[in-house]
């Protein structure tokens, strides 16, 4: 079971890692969310997996760590608004630029209305 | 306490002169006075105390954890010092009000000027060394912006910024020496480091401890090689001069080896490297100081010179010795800040500096003139004066020495042409100003010949006071400066303070023989001046600032080079670089391990998991592989997030499954709309060398990722869980403890991230002004986009989920303290139905209906937060401890409140306002709504 997790948590960092080298700010902003994945798996995981063991006070026997728990829990809704602005800045960037390329290369492409 | 109050009234001082200024120089000054003029009241209190053998301190506690207390102390040592620095600098204050020309601004001067006496006051009394080092470096600051004063001079930008370098990478060794010190000892308090003298000199860092501490010490006390900063300095304004670069500042350094010399002292290599760098600099610096024109480097240079006078004094560290090095502190102090002052009023009354130009002023300033006499001869060592008593001292004290075996009969020979250069130099001052006629040139002979006064009595008194006192220390040392330096050597050497006589006439004897020497071969090279510049004249020229310089110059285009190699404007680059470097570290980690698998054993797979893993490697290598194509690989994207909640369902973190499924829903609607904004297939242009290169980094850094994953999972992990299961129920009055740990014992935390979330939520707002749209009319496929915008069915449907969804998240946010749920789930379940509302409806619809302003929204969630975490104060508890009881209503049986819910409320409201105003806002650009510069 470890091993398996780590094998996923492996590819979601390599998958992230991958695409946030693309130059293009579409794949850099979906290679973040996958790297967020793997990183809040990984913080996660540094309590133990455990089954049928949530850590509230009565309902199981060897509840499971609640820090990690706590910590990734902010971790997922700051992820969020990471995104959020990367978002942002990129349409923001494409604006004003008139390309998606990361480093703001200026434009090249036409689907432009106004 | 009344120690506390020296130090603070002069940082109150520190903005009087700025409130003041507006009413005139004479008021401005006045009022500056009054701060050092009570300080030194104070300090004067406590004088009797200390030199009857107190130390007087006190200590209060700053940041215990790094052993930094706020901790002052005044024995001898220090109350000499703080007496220079109040005294001598409430003198140059005084004289300062007249030296500024009208138009300057005074305030912002006298301001520096009391920032410096700040922070100097501050060395001399701090009784911990980090404490101490703080101060140092105030210091540098203070003599950086005050050489810099006149800011539209070249000389002056440059001139400060080499103090600042020079004494500033000075400063930083000491740190670091300190730091040694502190390790060694335990700590940093000076009592216990002076007490453990033993234990650090036969520490084997010892060496490396003396090397730090003394570039420290040198570089602000410009000793050679690191002298050449102070001349420079001279672009300063003249009190300046007098008072940090003669009187105080500089004598940080000798203070610093005399405070640790019990600590650091007492070894041969202390003894020889004190030696010899002072003397070295106390011949080199004098030979300079004669051949120098402008008054003000003849003053630099001769105290240089003298500051290496007194670290040859502490390096041949008899008892004696180190009375007469604190004797030449004070000594120094009082006839350089004189000779400076006069230097300020012979260029205020004449307009020159050149010594040359100058002469024969004695029959138009004999005020001025008397003081040069009185403090010159101080600087010369000539009796009666008190200059006269520290140099017999040092001769004597040079004979005793031991430092060199055979060879030490070599110091006080070199002692003697020292002080051969220093008569010198100081004979010239008073002659060639006062009594030769001047050297001018044919051209300078064309023009009216200089006219000159003795300036106003204000401008006059300081320095003729400083000579005067010069004079009369000289004549009756024992009753004036005995008691003190009694106290100061105390200080310095703790119980064995010798027994010494300070008289003008110890008979006919050695020293005096070399006094008498010094001042024949002082009169002779006098007389040899010329020859000496012409000689000097043959070697090609070398200015140690050019050199300075052009080593800076070259630091700076070296890093130029490098910053542009790394910095090539690409992301791509610097992310290649910066995940090749993380791999190194994690790789550097993997290999301490000595082997991947830990002692825990695997748990066992089911069918279930193979189907999640299979799921998410398919979504995530999907997502990488089709990213061209935008929509498909966000539909990956989604495949990943949703079995990410639904990993933490079987691992048993409800609260994080819940959180994962509505962040989820919140960032795909995020994304389809950026989609929208973006372009919808990107032209291919990557070479396949590209995606080789980034498919190994990735791979790699997905393996090494991996492994550590493994390698964490298959060890046991040393964890605080147990204190948080523990005091969930008793301290925190709820079952979740997820939880409870995040609104209420990692509270402050949680305040922490719910200011991001509406700071990012702020940003986008900004972000999202005056945006230039690309709105394509159509799909990729050119099938234009529907014209029925609002589909019936959502509406519908939207309109009837609202009240359920809205139930929903108040139900969970209830439940939150107890069974999973709370803040900020409930707000993403809202924030989600009320955007289903926006997308069912459209902007203009929604916002009739529910005319609410998500910053607001988000701002007064973070106030709740802030407010439920400050009410805690009112009851005499720490921010943010939470309180919480049970209470019966009848029909509803009993319920439990606590303050933590209405915390948990604040991070309801700020992740409704955040995510609200992100998305709302972001639809809200492709409506007639558009934000436009007008509205803001």
């Not at chain 1, 579409?26 to 997996?49: D, E, R, T, W």
């Amino acid at each position: 079971m470890e091993a398996l997790f780590s094998l996923v948590v492996g590819v979601l960092t390599a998958s992230g890692i991958y695409l946030l080298l693309r130059g293009r700010t579409f794949p850099v902003i979906v290679g973040l969310a996958l790297l967020g994945y793997a990183v809040n798996l990984f913080l996660f995981s540094s309590g133990g997996l455990h089954t049928d063991a949530a850590a509230v006070i009565g309902e199981s026997f060897a509840p499971a760590d609640p820090l990690p728990q706590a910590l990734v829990l902010t971790a997922i809704v700051i992820g969020f608004a990471m995104t959020a602005f990367v978002v942002i800045l990129a349409i923001r960037a494409r604006g004003d630029l008139g390309s998606d390329h990361v480093d703001g290369q200026q434009g090249e492409d036409g689907d432009m209305l106004q | 306490m009344s120690l506390l109050w020296i130090p603070l009234l002069t940082t109150v001082g520190v903005v009087v002169p700025a409130m003041t200024s507006r009413y005139g120089r004479k008021l401005c000054v006045a009022a500056t006075l009054i701060a050092p003029l009570l300080a030194l009241a104070l300090v004067l209190l406590h004088a009797p105390a200390v030199i009857a053998g107190e130390v007087i301190s006190l200590r209060l506690s700053w940041i215990p954890l790094l052993g930094l207390d706020l901790a002052l102390r005044i024995d001898g040592l220090t109350l000499l010092f703080a007496l220079l620095i109040l005294g001598i600098g409430s003198l140059i204050l005084f004289y300062a009000g007249y030296y500024l020309s009208a138009e300057e601004d005074d305030g912002r001067f006298l301001a520096y000027m009391m920032l410096f006496m700040t922070a100097m006051l501050g060395i001399a009394m701090a009784d911990n060394l980090i404490l101490l080092w703080l101060f140092w470096e105030l210091t540098s600051i203070a003599s950086f912006l005050l050489i810099g004063f006149w800011g539209y001079r070249s000389d002056a930008r440059r001139g400060a910024r080499m103090a600042l370098i020079v004494t500033g990478a000075g400063g930083l060794a000491l740190l670091a020496g300190i730091l040694l010190i502190g390790q060694e000892v335990g700590s940093f308090a000076m009592a216990d480091v002076l007490a453990a003298g033993n234990l650090i000199r036969t520490s084997q860092h010892y060496p490396l401890i003396v090397l730090l501490v003394l570039m420290g010490a040198f570089t602000k006390s410009a000793q050679f090689p690191f002298h050449f900063w102070l001349p420079h300095a001279m672009a300063a304004p003249t009190p300046v001069s007098a008072f940090l670069h003669s009187a105080t500042m500089v004598k940080a350094g000798v203070l610093l080896m005399a405070r640790l010399n019990p600590a650091l002292g007492d070894t041969a290599l202390w003894a020889v490297s004190l030696s010899l760098v002072g003397l070295a600099t106390m011949l080199y610096a004098a030979w300079f100081a004669l051949l120098e024109r402008d008054l003000k480097g003849i003053l630099a240079f001769s105290t240089v010179s003298h500051l290496g006078l007194i670290t040859l004094l502490l390096g041949l560290g008899s008892p004696l010795a180190i009375v007469a090095a604190i004797f030449h502190i004070f000594n120094h102090a009082t006839f350089k800040a004189a000779l400076f002052m006069m230097v300020g009023i012979i260029d205020h009354e004449t307009g020159t500096r050149d010594i040359d130009r100058l002469g024969a002023l004695w029959s138009m300033m004999p005020l001025t003139g008397t003081m040069t006499l009185l403090a010159g001869s101080a600087m010369a060592g000539f009796p009666p004066f008190n200059g006269f008593l520290s140099k017999e001292m040092l001769f004597e004290q040079s004979l005793l020495n031991n430092l060199l075996g055979a060879l030490s009969i070599v110091i006080p020979l070199l002692v003697v042409v020292a002080a051969m250069l220093s008569v010198a130099y100081s004979l010239r001052l008073i002659w060639s100003l006062f009594f030769a006629e001047p050297k001018l040139t044919r051209e300078q002979k064309a023009q009216p010949p200089l006219q000159a006064h003795d300036p106003s009595r204000g401008m006059l008194a300081p320095g003729l006071f400083l000579a005067a006192i010069s004079l009369v220390v000289g004549l009756f040392p024992m009753t004036l400066a005995a008691p003190l330096l009694n106290a100061a050597s105390l200080a310095v050497q703790g119980e064995t303070t010798p027994v010494f006589q300070l008289a003008l006439w110890h008979g006919f004897n050695m020293p005096l023989l070399m006094s008498m020497a010094a001042v024949a071969g002082g009169v002779l090279m006098l007389r040899q001046q010329r020859r000496f510049a012409n000689l000097a004249a043959l070697f090609p020229e070398r200015n140690a600032g050019l050199i300075f310089e052009a080593t800076i110059q070259r630091l700076i285009r070296a890093t130029l080079w490098l910053t542009l190699r790394l910095e090539n404007g690409s992301l791509q680059r610097y992310q290649a670089l910066l995940i090749l470097s993380a791999l190194a570290m994690a790789a550097i980690g993997l290999t301490q391990l000595e082997n991947l698998t830990g002692e825990r054993g695997m748990q066992p797979l089911d069918g279930m998991l193979f189907l999640g893993a299979g799921l998410m490697i398919f979504g995530a290598i999907g997502s990488a592989l089709s990213h061209r194509w935008r929509l498909v690989s966000l539909l990956m994207l989604s495949v990943v997030g949703l079995s990410v909640s639904l990993t933490f369902v079987r691992f048993s973190a409800p609260d994080l499954a819940l959180t994962q499924l509505s962040v989820e829903v919140a960032s795909m609607i995020l994304m389809i709309l950026a989609l929208f904004f973006l372009p919808q297939r990107p032209p291919l242009m990557v070479s396949g060398r590209r995606i080789l290169r980034d498919l190994i980094l990735a791979a790699s850094l997905g393996l090494v990722v991996a492994m550590l994953n493994y390698a964490i999972l298959t060890r046991e992990t040393l964890a605080i869980a147990d204190y948080f299961l523990r005091e969930s129920v008793p301290g925190g009055g709820g079952t979740n403890v997820v939880n409870v740990i995040l609104v209420d014992f990692r509270g402050f935390d949680t305040f922490g991230e719910i200011t991001v979330l509406t700071l990012a939520g702020l940003a986008t707002f900004k972000l999202l002004n005056r945006l230039r749209l690309f709105m394509p009319a159509g799909n990729i496929e050119g099938i234009r986009w529907s014209r029925h915008r609002y589909p019936l069915i959502l509406a519908v449907v939207a309109q009837i989920l609202l009240p359920l969804a809205l139930l929903v998240s108040v139900y969970i946010f209830l439940r939150g303290h107890n069974q999973p749920g709370g803040g900020f789930i409930a707000g993403l379940i809202t924030a989600t139905a009320l955007l289903l509302q926006y997308m069912a409806r459209g902007y203009d619809w929604t916002r009739e209906r529910l005319p609410l302003s998500y910053p607001v929204v988000a701002v007064s969630g973070l106030a709740v937060a802030l407010a439920t975490g400050l009410g805690s104060w009112l009851f005499g508890y720490p921010f943010l401890t939470s309180a919480f009881g049970h209470f019966h209503l009848p029909l509803i049986g009993e319920f439990e409140l606590a303050t933590a819910m209405l915390f948990d409320v604040g991070v309801y409201l700020a992740v409704i306002g955040a995510t609200l105003m992100i998305l709302v806002n972001l639809g809200r650009v492709t409506t007639v709504n558009r934000p436009t510069l007008e509205e803001h």
